[in-house]
């Protein structure tokens, strides 16, 4: 081997020893920075911070639990992914990483930093005796019956702009921005479902309008509110209409008349069992289908 060789040969081994010795400290940098990150993620002070920083972003700010991505858009799918990727659940970067799909939350549904607390309408129905009767139909005419109510329900209420929340077998929720929008769509509703016959058999609807603030999380609406709806609901146990007090609040006489309906104090029945889960003070109406061609009394 001549010095030339040699020569080279050194060039290239101190070319190599800078490289290694490159990689050597962009190693320690990274395993530096590494540590960095993962003491500053999950330094619970950080973490606080980042909580803070959420409450004050659009949107829930305790969105990331199973309640808030329970829903089906975009968000809510991203959040449960990545609550299945990331094992900490105490980390900061789990919180930036949530905060970002909040926000997406809130712009996608349009929702305020302080969502379900607007005054909202709340609709449920169920059908009157359907237990018994499935048992002794059978699945085939069961599932029939259910179809037919579906299509003669749900088309008024959405196309006056409710919104069905969910579907509970025989009955769904819906909520309204506007209670008089959302008495004359259950209306509607009621006398599309006057026409439903499955083996002879009419099925006879209640339903229960309740007006609050109900909590919305994700797609669904909870809360106290909701409650009192199925409760003023229950109410109505041989069919019909029946809706509390706020509700009837909100609408005025003239326009109740407009419908054709009027509302009645429904008095519990003596030996029926007391409302639970309502406020003492709750009044509830039951709403009775006038005949305008009678002629008024006296």
């Not at 509607?188 to 209640?206: D, L």
């Not at 609406?221 to 199925?230: F, Q």
């Amino acid at each position: 081997m001549d010095l030339e060789s040699v020569g080279e040969h050194a060039g290239e081994l101190e070319e190599a020893g800078e490289l290694a010795e490159h990689v050597r400290r962009r190693s320690f940098f990274l395993d530096d920075a590494a540590a960095w990150l993962n003491r500053t993620t999950n330094d619970d002070r950080v973490v606080e911070l980042v909580r803070r920083v959420r409450r004050s972003l659009p949107g829930d700010p305790d969105f990331g639990d199973p309640l808030s991505t329970a829903g089906e858009g975009g968000p809510q799918a991203a959040a449960r992914a990545a609550d299945r990727l990331m094992g900490d659940r105490s980390a900061a970067s789990r919180e930036v990483s949530l905060g970002a799909l909040q926000v997406w939350q809130a712009l996608t549904q349009r929702v305020s930093r302080a969502p379900g607390t607007a005054e909202a309408t709340l609709v449920f129905t169920d059908l009157v005796g359907f237990s018994t009767w499935s048992l002794q139909s059978g699945d085939d005419a069961t599932l029939t019956l259910l179809r037919r109510v579906s299509q003669a329900v749900e088309p008024p209420l959405l196309d006056a702009g409710g919104r069905i929340v969910k579907r509970m077998g025989d009955g769904l929720m819906a909520v309204f921005r506007n209670p008089l929008v959302a008495v004359a769509a259950v209306l509607q509703a009621q006398e599309a479902i006057a026409t439903v016959e499955v083996n002879g058999h009419t099925p006879r609807m209640r339903v229960g309008i309740h007006t609050g603030r109900p909590q919305r999380l994700a797609d669904d609406w909870l809360g106290v509110d909701v409650n009192i709806a199925a409760r003023v609901m229950e109410r109505a146990i041989k069919g019909g209409i029946v809706v509390s007090g706020p509700t009837l609040e909100r609408i005025a006489p003239e326009d109740l008349a407009e419908l054709g309906v009027v509302a009645k104090r429904a008095r519990r029945q003596v030996l029926a069992p007391k409302t639970t889960g309502v406020p003492a003070d709750l009044m509830m109406y039951r709403l009775k289908v006038v005949d305008r061609e009678t002629p008024a009394e006296g």
